[in-house]
Each structure stands twice: as structure tokens, then as C-alpha cells.
T-cell receptor, first 113, second 113 residues
Framework: SAVISQKPSRDICQRGTSLTIQCQVDSQVTMMFWYRQQPGQSLTLIATANQGSEATYESGFVIDKFPISRPNLTFSTLTVSNMSPEDSSIYLC??????????FGQGTRLTVV | AQSVSQHNHHVILSEAASLELGCNYSYGGTVNLFWYVQYPGQHLQLLLK??????LVKGIKGFEAEFIKSKFSFNLRKPSVQWSDTAEYFC???????????FGAGTRLFVKA
């Protein structure tokens, strides 16, 4: 299993500003994933973050809007840039291995006003 | 395209009623299948998973699911629900040997006491 800590747990931000979400894992993992869960909806994968390489973004998500860092095997950050109310969502960090299920942080509840 | 379809978005049951939540997937290859649960105010956690072997898998809290390969289905069941089962349930799929989990839209279950 993996224990994942996300910070902040929630934030209220002004539109046009940026927020960086941190994700810390208690063990080394190759891949980390960032999801968005909009109100009343399922989880949508934003990007996959590999240590030592650029993140891989899913369709509809771009690096300029959601820059990701992965400086080592236990840590990643996701920045939500130039926020608008449509970015209000829960953002989830996850780790996943081929031989087990995904593990999730507690999420960051973002409200953009 | 890879996708997961959950049949019901909202389900309301009385305590002691039986539960079956439908899940179908579309994936080009062998898969691992999961059901996750999200209780109000909590983060996602694994309910049960199928990797191989007996297609009838048992999970926590009396839940079980059956993998029917010919129907691309992985329905979740519980013979008698409790008020504490009120939660959102997500079916998910991952390619065997893969790292990226794809989620269904989720089913909100409300159990009346």
C-alpha cells in the first residue's frame, strides 16, 4: 500500500491566480497521477507524472494550464494556473502500479471565486 | 477507446434491500477491474478488485462482484445494504500490466434507515 499526503486540503482562490498542490508519498513510486473530480462527476485523469521526464497530459489538458513537477520518486506538484470558476473542483493525487490498485490522497478541494 | 460505463447514477434503497450496481467496460486487451467507494467527506478507497482467477471476488463489508468476460461486465452486489453503505461507488478498469486507471461516472447510493 501507499500513504499519500496532499496539501492544501482545501483553498479558496481569486480568479486569475495560481495554486500549487503538493503530493508526498511514503515510498518511492515510478508513476504518479493527477486527477480532477468536478462536482457530481467522476474522476478525470489530468496527467501522468514520471520522475525525470515531462508529464504526459490527457486530451483536454495542457501544460500551460496545469504544469506539473516531479523532482524525485516520492513527490510531485500540480499547479492550476490562471484560475477561473470552472476550475473549482477536487484535485487528487494518485499512485498506481501494474500489480495492484491505485491509492489516493485525500484530495484538494479548490474553490475559485 | 477505453471506457467504463456505470448503469445507474443514483440509487435509493431501504435498509436490508439487495444491491446490484452495473458496470460495463470497453478495453482492447486483458484487464484488471476495481470497485472503489467514497464515503461522504472521505477519500476514495478500494472495495474490491479482480486480477485473475475466480471471477467472483469478495471485498470488504460484504460486497462482492462478478467478472463476466463475455459481457465485459463487473457488477457489484450486496445481499443486504445498511445505512452506512450510503456512498458513491466507482467502477474502474486498468489494462493488465498497465498503470493508468480509468473510472466510470460513479453511482450515488443512498440507503434509507
Amino acid at each position: 500500500s501507499a500513504v499519500i499526503s496532499q496539501k492544501p486540503s482545501r483553498d479558496i482562490c481569486q480568479r486569475g491566480t495560481s495554486l500549487t498542490i503538493q503530493c508526498q508519498v511514503d515510498s518511492q513510486v515510478t508513476m504518479m497521477f493527477w486527477y480532477r473530480q468536478q462536482p457530481g462527476q467522476s474522476l478525470t485523469l489530468i496527467a501522468t507524472a514520471n520522475q525525470g521526464s515531462e508529464a504526459t497530459y490527457e486530451s483536454g489538458f495542457v501544460i500551460d494550464k496545469f504544469p506539473i513537477s516531479r523532482p524525485n520518486l516520492t513527490f510531485s506538484t500540480l499547479t492550476v494556473s490562471n484560475m477561473s470558476p470552472e476550475d473549482s473542483s477536487i484535485y487528487l493525487c494518485s499512485v498506481d502500479r501494474s500489480d495492484t490498485e491505485a491509492f489516493f490522497g485525500q484530495g484538494t478541494r479548490l474553490t475559485v471565486v | 477507446a477505453q471506457s467504463v460505463s456505470q448503469h445507474n447514477h443514483h440509487v435509493i434503497l431501504s435498509e436490508a434491500a439487495s444491491l446490484e450496481l452495473g458496470c460495463n467496460y470497453s478495453y482492447g486487451g486483458t484487464v484488471n477491474l476495481f470497485w472503489y467507494v467514497q464515503y461522504p467527506g472521505q477519500h476514495l478507497q478500494l472495495l474490491l478488485k479482480y486480477f485473475s482467477g475466480d471471477p467472483l471476488v469478495k471485498g470488504i463489508k460484504g460486497f462482492e462482484a462478478e467478472f463476466i468476460k463475455s459481457k465485459f461486465s463487473f457488477n457489484l452486489r450486496k445481499p443486504s445494504v445498511q445505512w452506512s453503505d450510503t456512498a458513491e461507488y466507482f467502477c474502474a478498469v486498468k489494462g493488465t500490466g498497465g498503470f493508468k486507471t480509468i473510472f466510470g461516472a460513479g453511482t450515488r447510493l443512498f440507503v434509507k434507515a
